[in-house]
Every structure is written in C-alpha cells, then in structure tokens.
C-alpha cells in the first residue's frame, strides 16, 4: 500500500486560485491525502474554499498576515500527520496521478531525500501555454542545483522527518527559502525529478516568486551550496565559481 501523504499549502488572503487548486488535490488517484492549508492572513473567502474538503483539510493561520511562504510551509508541516510532504502553491494544479508517482518512488527508494518532476506553464484561465522541462537524473538534479534552482516547490515531494531534522524553510531566505531548503536535503540524501508532467504551474503577474533575490540571504544559500557540494565531490571552490555565476545571472536579470 502507498504511504499516505500530507499536502501543504500556503495561502494569502483572498486566492484566486484557491478553490482550483484544491480540487485538484480532491481529484487525486491516490486516496490517501490529507491537506494543510496554512492562511497568512485570515480570510472567509479561503475558509470558504477549504470548507469544499470536509475533513480531509485542516486549517492553520500564520502568527501574523503576510509571515511569507517560508513560515507558512514550516506550520503546515509541523502539523502534518503523515511522512510524506507534497507541497504545493495555492494557485498551482496537481496532476490527477501526482500524489500516487510520487509517493509511490519514496517508498521504493527510501534513500531519496525529495522528488520533484516537470510541469506545464499555464496562464491565469488555465490555458497550457508551455512547459517547464529540468534535468532529471540524481547526479545531473544535484550538480544544477549549485549554479541555479532547477526544481519547482508545487512538484516536490519530501520527507516530513528529514525537512524538520534541517530545520526547515528558513525565513531569512526570502524568495530562496525553497531553493535554500533543497540545497540542504540534497547535502543529506539523493534527489530526482520525475520526467512527468505532474503539475499545473500558473504564470501570472502577481506570483509571489516574481521580485528580487538579491540580498544578504544569497550568502546563506552559498553555505548550503557548500554542503551539498561537499557530498557529490564538488570543492570550494568549484562550488564558489558556480555560485558567482548563479549572482551575475540575478545581476543581469535585475533581481535585486
């Protein structure tokens, strides 16, 4: 039998999206699911859209509106009651077979630390207008991971035991805190991502991971690049020169 599964999602006041994404989880191949569904902000029209789920939702609330996702993703996995973490943005989409693939290879290969896989670009009305292929292969996943994030947060899977023995999303890492995150559990286990299109990611103007990256957080993730290089064999300064191209890449793209 596939493990269960604890889908979290963070959510500011007033999602679009909310209603969507939840049913989307709703339409799950795999049964065994709960949801937690974090509110950065209390908001009756989310309350309303979670209330669609019955009991198979609980809902939590940040300490105080707009904590950030970081805060958010800790709660909902501090209070998940099962193993395995899907996480997932609350405007994104689950593929209907999402939940069983991805449960279904962390309990065949329990050396894996996180699976992610591809998704499909889909604008505000859900309309498909393109894809979002990385590189799959646990070498290839870990060796992009030190020059740039090449996984989608609404794709992975994880394991709860693991994610809070590294102590989660750190919040100083503002709009890296996933990237930071991975960074660590690839320094700790191996990773893959699946080449299925197992999510919906929604593109529009108001995404949250829009905006600058630039700050003092980048050195942060410069420490975990360094764990992880240390594990698959990458030194220092290998590590430094893939770091330094990741930044002139921000640079140039004015994300600051």
């Not at 902000?41 to 979670?50: I, L, P, S, T």
């Not at 501090?78 to 193993?83: F, K, L, P, S």
């Not at 309990?107 to 799959?136: C, F, M, N």
């Not at 220092?236 to 600051?256: F, I, K």
Request: hydrophobic share 40%.
């Amino acid at each position: 039998m596939t493990s269960p599964v604890s889908v979290v999602i963070p959510c500011a006041p007033k999602a679009e999206y909310l209603g969507e994404t939840l049913r989307s989880v709703a339409a799950q191949t795999h049964d065994a699911w709960e949801v937690v569904l974090v509110l950065d902000g209390d908001c009756e029209q989310n309350r309303a859209a979670a209330a669609e789920l019955g009991d198979r939702i609980t809902v939590e609330l940040t300490p105080k509106p707009r904590s950030g996702p970081a805060v958010g993703r800790n709660i909902g996995m501090a209070a998940a009651r099962h193993d395995l973490i899907a996480f997932l943005d609350a405007d994104d989409l689950c593929a209907p077979e999402r939940l069983a693939v991805q449960a279904a290879l962390l309990d065949e290969r329990p050396d894996l630390g996180l699976v992610g896989a591809w998704s499909t670009k889909i604008d505000p009305s859900g309309e498909q207008v393109g894809v979002a292929h990385s590189v799959t292969g646990e070498d290839k996943v870990a060796r992009t991971m030190l020059v740039f994030n090449c996984l989608t947060t609404s794709t992975i899977m994880t394991r709860k035991v693991l994610a809070e023995k590294l102590g989660g999303f750190d919040p100083r890492c503002v709009r890296l805190e996933d990237y930071d995150l991975w960074l660590r559990i690839l320094a700790e286990a191996p990773g893959d991502v699946l080449p299925q299109e197992l999510l919906g990611y929604r593109v529009h103007p108001e995404q949250y991971s829009r905006g600058g990256l630039l700050g003092p957080q980048t050195a942060l993730i410069r420490k975990s690049k360094l764990k992880l290089g240390k594990r698959i064999g990458v030194g220092p300064v290998g590590v430094a020169a893939r770091h330094l191209a990741w930044l002139g890449v921000q640079v140039a793209n004015r994300r600051w």
